[in-house]
């Protein structure tokens, strides 16, 4: 099945910063990746998306790149907030497996 | 829209007792419904995947008897906690997804804590 890797689990940066987060998948047929932030006790949100026939999609601070011969793509948070502090999940279509996470805590 | 409800949120119960988690999809046929696991700080593992009408596909090492999963109807599932014990206490989530969709859509979660 497929197999999900995330990094790095934990990272913390300053308010203002830059954020990425990285993840690589095993199974060449997934074609969707989503991105989920999960707040303390609640259930995951999608947040950003991308599908395998594109290779960057951007909304407003966030953006994912995906590079499909290398099998990673990557969550990108721009001018971090305290509020984006959460824990961030990516995830591939096949299965729909979650990486491990990252919690992120932007430091005010 | 996409709104999945879960409920309820938080249950305690005595060791040996059975407990039912509901997951309701709102505003959209969920034809496709996934449960997960969480433990604190880990990520969500998959349980079952049920698709409206058939029996759920489990993961492996999933009870299946030891968590029921139910599927009726395009709004609703339900997960069921069979004699539970202490080490059944988790974060338990699910989601959905609606027939030709990608998205997934998550509920709230439902922490089960087993005494």
């Known amino acids: 099945g497929e197999n999900v890797e995330q990094h790095p689990s934990t990272l913390s940066v300053q308010e203002g910063d830059s954020a990425v987060i990285k993840c690589t998948y095993s199974d060449s047929a997934s074609n969707y990746f989503p991105w989920y932030k999960q707040e303390l006790g609640k259930g995951p949100q999608l947040i950003i998306d991308i599908r395998s026939n594109v290779g960057e999609k951007k909304d407003q601070r966030i953006a994912v790149t995906l590079n499909k011969t290398a099998k990673h793509f990557s969550l990108h948070i721009t001018e971090t907030q305290p509020e984006d502090s959460a824990v961030y999940f990516c995830?591939?279509?096949?299965?729909?497996?979650f990486g491990a996470g990252t919690r992120l805590t932007v430091k005010p | 829209g996409a709104v999945v409800s879960q409920h309820p949120s938080r249950v305690i119960c005595k060791s040996g007792t059975s407990v039912k988690i509901e997951c309701r999809s709102l505003?959209?046929?969920?034809?496709?419904m996934f449960w997960y696991r969480q433990f604190p700080k880990q990520s969500l593992m998959l349980m079952a995947t049920s698709n409206e009408g058939s029996k759920a596909t489990y993961e492996q090492g999933v009870e299946k008897d030891k968590f029921l999963i139910n599927h009726a109807s395009l709004t609703l599932s339900t997960l069921t906690v069979t004699s539970a014990h202490p080490e059944d206490s988790s974060f338990y989530i699910c989601?959905?997804?609606?027939?030709?969709?990608?998205?997934?859509?998550f509920g709230s979660g439902t922490q089960l804590s087993v005494l």
């Open positions: 989601s959905a997804r609606y027939r030709g969709g990608e998205k997934l859509f």
């Open positions: 505003d959209f046929q969920a034809t496709t």
């Open positions: 995830a591939a279509s096949i299965g729909m497996r």
